[in-house]
């Protein structure tokens, strides 16, 4: 039986009107606005950001993408009929999505009745409509073997209906019947898959898509466990977690997906790059904890102190409090660093001075380098 829980996330992005992209002020690796430095033209699109409420369950006032829990609906042979309504079988549809070279073991069952490379595009499309009121769904066939922008389908008593499916999930499925409409599968581009560390107690095993729609939607909130919805650059989102006025935080997957999205200008390469990145081979990714004098550093696949055969299953830390982080730096890095981890805001809310160092080869992994801050002694 698995220690932890499977979920599906979908990072939505999208270009904002030409109005609001006027020069920014320019902003450093980690986030931090530069002072006197010349402005810089802003990024031709924004990501969707969720800010989880204060009683949320896992990650209480955190900034998310929109996702959540599998669901067993969320792979029902319901789907597959509904599917073949619209004029194409889950085997042709299962060939343009399925990277046989994922090497994934999420997306390894034969136990459900869908396949996981569908269910669980099923799963972020649901949990994101769940979460923001935006329904990646179509009406029609859009006749191409090639990944699509993806479209929002705007529906009568939205909220009603999120209320319904956050109850039951099968009711994805009514409302799909209801509008005569199916999941936008092909519009998610597989990205990156993380493992919550192996000595937090509530662990998730998330898959993460990037979707790119053709404009932005007003996203709203459903007031339970999201009390914001908003669009934003990716570098003003991380540069909002190391602001402590602000209640929020970002946690290590989101904080270094967005590192990697910062590097990014356009979004149409964004997407050419998402579609690489889909065919190309994955590893989940897991973080392990290295506890420092002076704060904490997350490690991960590539960095010289990430372990040959770390633990997926059973607790694991590393202690390394006789150094400081910066002792801890080395040749070959790849990780997070965490300064007064114990410092919270007022509200409770934790506050990290959090870094990503990586000078790793990224395109031996097809994947995209993170904003990176620069250790001038190492890199």
């Given at each position: 039986?698995?220690?932890?829980?499977?979920?599906?996330?979908?990072?939505?992005?999208?270009?904002?009107?030409?109005?609001?992209?006027?020069?920014?002020?320019?902003v450093s690796g980690n986030g931090k606005k530069l002072e006197g430095q010349m402005k810089k033209e802003k990024p031709d699109f924004q990501i969707l950001a969720l800010k989880k409420s204060r009683e949320s369950p896992f990650t209480p006032g955190a900034y998310v993408f929109p996702g959540g829990k599998t669901n067993r609906s969320d792979s029902s042979i319901e789907w597959s009929n509904i599917f073949t309504e619209f004029g194409f079988s889950i085997?042709?549809?299962?060939?343009?999505?399925?990277?046989?070279?994922?090497?994934l073991p999420i997306f390894d069952t034969t136990a459900e009745s869908l396949p996981r490379c569908i269910s669980l595009r099923i799963t972020a499309i649901r949990e994101a409509f769940e979460e923001s009121g935006i329904l990646l769904c179509r009406k029609a066939w859009h006749n191409s073997d090639k990944f699509s922008?993806?479209?929002?389908?705007?529906?009568?008593?939205?909220?009603?209906?999120?209320?319904?499916?956050?109850?039951?999930?099968?009711?994805?499925?009514?409302?799909c019947r209801e509008y005569e409409c199916f999941p936008d599968v092909s519009s998610l581009y597989l990205w990156s898959n993380w493992l919550t560390p192996s000595n937090i107690p509530i662990r998730f095993d998330s898959v993460f898509f990037v979707a790119v729609m053709e404009n932005i939607v007003p996203a709203q909130s459903e007031d339970y466990e999201?009390?914001?919805?908003?669009?934003?650059?990716?570098?003003?989102?991380l540069d909002e977690s190391h602001d402590k006025t602000v209640e929020a935080y970002l946690?290590?997957?989101?904080?270094?997906?967005?590192?990697?999205?910062?590097?990014?200008?356009?979004?149409?390469?964004?997407?050419?790059?998402a579609n690489d990145i889909n065919k190309s081979k994955h590893s989940r990714w897991m973080p392990v904890r290295v506890f420092a004098s002076n704060g904490?550093?997350?490690?991960?696949?590539?960095?010289?102190?990430?372990?040959?055969?770390?633990?997926?299953?059973?607790?694991?830390?590393?202690?390394k409090e006789e150094y400081t982080i910066e002792q801890l730096r080395g040749n070959r890095m790849h990780r997070f660093e965490h300064e007064d981890v114990s410092t919270k805001s007022t509200s409770g809310i934790p506050r990290y001075n959090r870094i990503v160092i990586s000078n790793i080869e990224h395109s031996k992994m097809k994947h995209v380098q993170p904003w990176s801050f620069s250790i001038n002694s190492k890199l």
């Amino acid at each position: 039986m698995l220690k932890w829980k499977e979920a599906a996330s979908v990072i939505l992005a999208a270009s904002p009107s030409v109005s609001s992209r006027i020069s920014a002020p320019g902003v450093s690796g980690n986030g931090k606005k530069l002072e006197g430095q010349m402005k810089k033209e802003k990024p031709d699109f924004q990501i969707l950001a969720l800010k989880k409420s204060r009683e949320s369950p896992f990650t209480p006032g955190a900034y998310v993408f929109p996702g959540g829990k599998t669901n067993r609906s969320d792979s029902s042979i319901e789907w597959s009929n509904i599917f073949t309504e619209f004029g194409f079988s889950i085997n042709k549809l299962c060939s343009q999505l399925k990277n046989e070279s994922t090497g994934l073991p999420i997306f390894d069952t034969t136990a459900e009745s869908l396949p996981r490379c569908i269910s669980l595009r099923i799963t972020a499309i649901r949990e994101a409509f769940e979460e923001s009121g935006i329904l990646l769904c179509r009406k029609a066939w859009h006749n191409s073997d090639k990944f699509s922008r993806a479209k929002h389908l705007d529906v009568k008593e939205s909220m009603a209906w999120r209320r319904r499916i956050m109850k039951n999930a099968n009711e994805f499925l009514n409302l799909c019947r209801e509008y005569e409409c199916f999941p936008d599968v092909s519009s998610l581009y597989l990205w990156s898959n993380w493992l919550t560390p192996s000595n937090i107690p509530i662990r998730f095993d998330s898959v993460f898509f990037v979707a790119v729609m053709e404009n932005i939607v007003p996203a709203q909130s459903e007031d339970y466990e999201i009390e914001l919805a908003k669009w934003s650059y990716s570098l003003d989102i991380l540069d909002e977690s190391h602001d402590k006025t602000v209640e929020a935080y970002l946690p290590p997957p989101q904080f270094y997906e967005l590192s990697r999205l910062a590097s990014i200008n356009r979004i149409s390469l964004l997407m050419e790059i998402a579609n690489d990145i889909n065919k190309s081979k994955h590893s989940r990714w897991m973080p392990v904890r290295v506890f420092a004098s002076n704060g904490e550093i997350s490690i991960l696949p590539g960095d010289e102190l990430y372990p040959d055969n770390p633990e997926y299953e059973n607790h694991q830390v590393i202690l390394k409090e006789e150094y400081t982080i910066e002792q801890l730096r080395g040749n070959r890095m790849h990780r997070f660093e965490h300064e007064d981890v114990s410092t919270k805001s007022t509200s409770g809310i934790p506050r990290y001075n959090r870094i990503v160092i990586s000078n790793i080869e990224h395109s031996k992994m097809k994947h995209v380098q993170p904003w990176s801050f620069s250790i001038n002694s190492k890199l």
